[in-house]
């Protein structure tokens, strides 16, 4: 596992996408976003020193990584208040942030066939995994879905080589209703399925693969989200029970193969 | 290069020597293992490990946490793997670190205290015990250990008995009179006290109309809470004679001062570790870097400096200098 | 527009009915008058004056007032003209104003308590009286009276004795079992219950080495101290029958709304009106969208919501209601 | 009395001044400008939307007003988290304001000769009175005092007719020591002598007023600085001690007569 760092890091650009949120470039120590990982997050530091409220950190998954200029992307949608912060934040505007933190999606080395389940912000980390798998070759196909076409990630924020279905709830773009709709057609494809988004999103999916799965195969994994505090497996405040007993989502997780998780 | 070393276990032949008075608070730095990628853990003056208790425990369901102003709650439940499951764990890799590792007990019996203590005497790779009596004694109906003197003396004095090793009786915030607590453990025979421990706190989620944690109520931490333990800290210090350690709320090299002059010989920090760990290592740099610009050669030169009553005694003639 | 309309002193035929539950605490909003250029003062629900006493006090040396993370410590030393230049100063004022003048009361001597609400009770333009019990009784060394059931409710029972008055009793958060001092005043004839009173506290300035305050500690107010003084208002509503007013480092709307879910029939809001006095009156407008948004016909429909305890007695078999 | 108000306040320009200081053009409600007078100040919420720290306002005074354009002008030396805080803050930025607040400064109809004594920041509102003065035809002294040449006000800041005299700690400009060495002179020239600065100033300056004064005049108003709640008189944490008993600096000051408080 690479080392985690605190450090500086500088707004480097910054651009609208999915409505009202925003793609953040940031700039990192030399040679630390070559060890990031589809998954992964950092904890961003959302206040100005000499004010302690708000007191914690803000996890994000990384959206994109650009070894080559030591630079990472993440998708920030204003939410709350550490989140609008953040939302405000300009370019040259500096940053402290902790991270990578947490474990990855993997892809097995056998894998040909990848299906990706986004709903809103968790679009984020399967960006960052889809341009992996399309980089080794492996065939991509993601599922978005947002309330409306406004929500939605563009098409050209994924490599060209992906297949990209969404689905809305207004119906203005794709298929309406919700994009776990979409899944059952390709669940005997995959040789994995990946999902990030809301948990009642994770439980219409949890109950298309068991209605259509007839092995334990095609596996799931899901990239779970709690409140976090330290996002090293210190607290012990951020934990979700698995068969496995109790585990941290900032260390074990946040990603959990969807069977293991007891919910 | 200010000295700041410290002892926090004067009375006792096996010593609590810290090389610098930063320690890492219970709950907040897990076993020390957790942030050893991150930062240098050994030049830390001591860490206290997550709280102990006689048999595993899973902790409580989730949400375990919030924040709130400057602060932040936590019903983390004392997950931890017990006594056993620790001992086998963690002392083994303690014993090859130089950085001293201080042991948190808690227990809802007090036997049950004496008996961790006992198993932690004979155990190599431990410099001392926390003993956290914020917790519910059963043979009380659950009042509090921690909020009342006789009973916090009570397991005091268990642990006393089952160990030479340096014992710190940590102190809670809920007692009306925590002078009066310090002084009974104190007479019991801890080494040193520490305080505070976590105010009781709630915060209630309005869209699903119940507390946010699971367990309704959790402990307050953080900046929002140092006001009150620094007042605590100034209080005990001024009638105790062992090391009082101060936490509760420092973030930075100034509250830790602010913690010395009170009254504390050390601080632990807890909260502050969550979002800004490096910081355990800049307030190590801070406290001896404010102590050589101020012109003080040791650390021990402003401790209690603004608490009147505790420099009222240290000039008293020293009737007690004797015990 | 949901009715936010609301009886504080159910139990008492003067009754104290408020337009809303938006009441500015003691202490936070002078005499109302000091306001009434900025913000319609008219509109609140209730004001409460600063503490008085049975004589003018000039109050404690300065500083008096410090900023905490997310706080505020005060040690104002309940600066008043003394009851009776207080009588003759602000009670003919508010005879002509349409929002109810509750007076906060403070004594050290449990017949100064009683003199203070009989002087009270023949006076025109004042709707209620709050007792604050968290200052030190004389004849308990100084111990303060909140901290105790017994000595509460003795306060409590001379103030009743003395007035007709609708009486609301200050509890404060230094008491180990808050909810048995809120039984034993209600016991005692209180109308209602408000809290909680601010938290001891300390700043020390490390340049002068000394405490920042004067008077050395300090009231602990603000966003800081939420936490508790919500839990606290939970354990209170889950027992007693009368009203309970929370307050508590209330910054805004949802702040309200969380002390409503844990029981509160009222809300008093202080340090806030410091930095954002107009928020006054976007909570007042806030508490009422928030209903309606959310679909409550009326205030009462969301009071204890979160509260289990409150709940489940609410649901259980009337028995006291005779009482 | 001018009533008071709390608005939303836009950064209009923002100008270097003093070394690391600031000069803050802000905007006002319309008509509002026109009843500040010097020595009142207004108070700043030093904080975002979201975040409770730090919790209370800070008092700044008026330095120049425009009730032209709606605008008036604060002098602020970033110091610690208030400051600093509002010091980044650029144009176009909002801000929350509580005014304006505070006693004034008061010229009598008779005076023909006023002298200002200056300490650091506390040249600002001795700058709006200077203002005032020389627009009603008043002859002005004003004396300033600071560490070094860089931390003087500029000449060009007091109106053309100001006689303009300075004290610098390290004798890099002007009188080489404190400020209040220069004030003998003009005693039994002035006619009312103001002071704004840090509180051993005043004390030096009582002790020459005292010295060189035979009757109880010239008069001396002081602008004291205490920590403040609510600006309002509401609180009770701002008080001073006068021989008419506790006053507020908030309402019954800033400005107090020099020979009124108990020091
Ligand atoms: C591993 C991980 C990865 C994440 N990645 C992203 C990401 O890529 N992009 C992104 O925008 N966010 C992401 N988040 C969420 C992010 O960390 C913050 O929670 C979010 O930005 C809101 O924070 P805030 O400070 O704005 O709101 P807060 O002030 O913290 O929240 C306001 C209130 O809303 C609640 N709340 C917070 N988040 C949600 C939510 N999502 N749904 C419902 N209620 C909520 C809080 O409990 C609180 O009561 C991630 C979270 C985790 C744990
Ligand atoms: C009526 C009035 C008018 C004022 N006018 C101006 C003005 O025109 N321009 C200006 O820059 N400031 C002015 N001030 C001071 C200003 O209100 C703030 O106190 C100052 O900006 C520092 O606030 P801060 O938040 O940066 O520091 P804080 O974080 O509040 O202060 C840090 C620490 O320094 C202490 N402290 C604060 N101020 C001083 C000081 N001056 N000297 C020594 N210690 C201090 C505090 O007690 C605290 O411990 C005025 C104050 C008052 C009462
Ligand atoms: C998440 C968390 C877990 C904690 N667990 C323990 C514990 O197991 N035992 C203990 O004595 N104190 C525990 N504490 C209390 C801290 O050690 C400390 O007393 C308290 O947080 C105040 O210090 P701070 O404000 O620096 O955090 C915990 C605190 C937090 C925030
Ligand atoms: C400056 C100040 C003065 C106060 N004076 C009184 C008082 O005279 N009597 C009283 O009962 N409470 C007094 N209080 C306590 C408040 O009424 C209130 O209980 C406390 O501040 C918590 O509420 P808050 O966090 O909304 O401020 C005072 C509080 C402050 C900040
Ligand atoms: S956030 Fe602390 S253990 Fe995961
Ligand atoms: S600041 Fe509150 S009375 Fe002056």
Chains 1, 4 share one sequence.
Not at chain 1, 105 to 118: D, G, N, T, Y
Not at chain 2, 147 to 169: G, K, Y
Request: some cysteine; proline content about 6%.
């Amino acid at each position: 596992m690479a080392a985690v760092r605190e450090f500086e890091s500088e707004i480097v650009a910054k651009r609208s996408v999915m409505d009202d949120a925003h793609l953040v470039d940031l700039s990192a120590p030399s040679g630390l976003v070559a060890a990031m990982r589809p998954g992964q997050f950092v904890e961003v530091l959302c206040r100005v020193d000499g004010s302690y409220d708000p007191l914690l950190r803000r996890p994000y998954s990384l959206y994109a990584t650009d070894p080559a200029n030591d630079r990472f992307t993440l998708l920030v949608r204003p939410y709350g208040r550490g989140s609008e912060w953040l939302g405000q934040q300009r370019p040259g505007a500096t940053l402290d942030i902790l991270g990578p933190l947490g474990n990855a999606f993997e892809i097995r080395p056998k894998s040909r066939h990848l299906l990706m389940v986004a709903g809103g912000v968790g679009a984020a980390p399967l960006v960052m995994l889809s341009q992996r798998a399309v980089a080794r070759g492996v065939a991509v196909t993601y599922l978005m879905g947002a309330m409306d076409a406004g929500s939605l990630l563009p098409a050209s924020a994924l490599p060209a080589a992906v297949e990209y279905l969404v689905a809305t709830e207004d119906g203005s773009q794709g298929h309406r209703g919700y994009v776990t709709e979409l899944v059952a057609d390709y669940i005997q494809w995959a040789d994995q399925i990946y999902s990030c988004g809301p948990e009642p999103m994770f439980r219409s999916l949890r109950q298309v693969v068991r209605q259509h799965r007839v092995t334990r195969e095609p596996r799931v994994w899901v990239s779970v989200e709690r409140t976090m505090a330290c996002g090293l497996g210190a607290c012990l405040g951020c934990v979700v029970e698995t068969r496995r007993g109790m585990r941290t989502s900032c260390v074990d997780g946040p990603v959990f193969e969807m069977d293991d998780l007891l919910w | 290069m200010a000295d700041c070393s410290v002892d926090l276990a004067p009375r006792n032949p096996r010593e609590l020597r810290l090389a610098n008075p930063v320690i890492a608070a219970s709950g907040c730095f897990g076993y020390g293992l957790e942030y050893a990628g991150l930062i240098d853990v050994q030049r830390l003056g001591a860490f206290v490990s997550k709280g102990i208790t006689p048999e595993h425990r899973s902790g409580n369901p989730m949400p375990r946490i919030t924040e709130t102003a400057g602060g932040m709650l936590n019903a983390i439940g004392l997950q931890n793997p017990g006594i056993k499951g620790f001992l086998k764990k963690y002392p083994p890799v303690w014993e090859g670190w130089r950085v001293p590792a201080i042991v948190n007990i808690s227990a809802e019996r007090v036997a049950d205290f004496a008996m961790m203590a006992r198993l932690l005497d004979e155990t190599p790779g431990i410099a001392g015990i926390e003993v956290n009596i914020s917790c519910p004694n059963v043979a009380a109906g659950g009042y509090c250990f921690g909020w009342d003197a006789a009973m916090s003396a009570e397991v005091t004095r268990a642990v006393r008995q089952a160990t030479t090793l340096p014992v710190i009786v940590k102190l809670s915030p809920g007692a009306i009179d925590i002078a009066g607590v310090a002084l009974a453990v104190e007479a019991a025979g801890a080494d040193a006290v520490s305080l505070i421990n976590t105010l009781v706190g709630m915060a209630i989620d309005i869209r699903r109309r119940r507390p946010i944690l699971a367990n309704e109520t959790g402990g307050l931490s953080g900046p929002a809470i140092k006001p009150v333990a620094l007042r605590m800290v100034y209080q005990v210090a001024a009638v105790v004679d062992i090391p009082v350690i101060g936490l509760g709320g420092i973030m930075g090299v100034e509250d830790a001062i602010e913690f010395f002059m009170a009254g504390a010989s050390a601080i632990q920090v807890g909260t502050m570790i969550f979002p800004q760990p490096t910081r355990l290592m800049t307030l190590i740099d801070g406290i001896d870097a404010w102590l050589d610009e101020a012109g003080f050669q040791d650390l021990s030169g402003i401790i209690g400096l603004a608490n009147a009553g505790m420099l009222a005694r240290r000039t008293a003639p020293a009737v007690a200098a004797a015990g």
